[in-house]
């Protein structure tokens, strides 16, 4: 079994990082909120094996948790010395849609590859990952024969509320239609 929580990198980080007292409050919900998510899910479904793409220095809320539950955790995040060997230019999303695939394909593949490299087929899995690489590890991993259960939550209201009152802060109160 395999759950894949698809989100916003910010949604991860421990530390909060706004500066107004009124999103700061927000997004302390919102990662609260998260906090409980993911140990819902660690705790409920006996989960071994949390990967995570994140900076390797990045303090995280599921990194907090796989301490805290004695859960493998290696990092998911394919190194700039692997990017380089595996043909990944450094501003890649500056050259389009069709590269930005592409390189995509190539870095889920090498998560998934780092996912069976320190676990195994039987265990219980949580993958937290940028939303934009659902797809793509549920393809993959469902090639290893995983049942998967996926959640964007990048469309969930509880995280959209930080980046509407973000937006409000800089642009204003929206008109009502």
């Not at 290696?74 to 389009?96: D, H, M, S, T, V």
């Not at 039987?122 to 049942?147: N, Y």
Request: proline share 3%; hydrophobic share 30%; glycine share 6%.
């Amino acid at each position: 079994m395999v759950f894949v929580l698809g989100c916003d990198h910010y949604l991860q980080e421990c530390d909060l990082t706004e500066s107004n007292e009124e999103v700061c409050k927000i997004e302390r919900r919102t990662k609260g909120r998260f906090y409980e998510l993911v140990k819902e899910i660690v705790s409920g479904e006996e989960i071994q094996f949390i990967g995570e793409e994140c900076k390797p220095s990045q303090k995280t809320i599921p990194r907090a948790l796989a301490t805290e539950f004695k859960a493998t955790m290696p990092k998911l995040i394919c190194p700039f010395e692997e990017r380089q060997k595996r043909g990944i230019e450094r501003n890649y999303q500056a050259l389009g849609e069709q590269e930005r695939n592409r390189v995509y394909a190539i870095r889920e593949e090498y998560m998934v590859e780092r996912i069976y490299s320190e676990s195994t087929l039987g265990m219980h899995k949580l993958i937290v990952c940028g939303a934009d690489h659902i797809k793509g590890l549920q393809a993959r991993l469902a090639e290893h024969g995983e049942t998967l259960t996926a959640r964007d939550l990048t469309k969930e209201d509880w995280v959209l509320e930080i980046y509407r009152r973000k937006e409000e802060q800089l642009l204003g109160p929206r008109a009502k239609s």
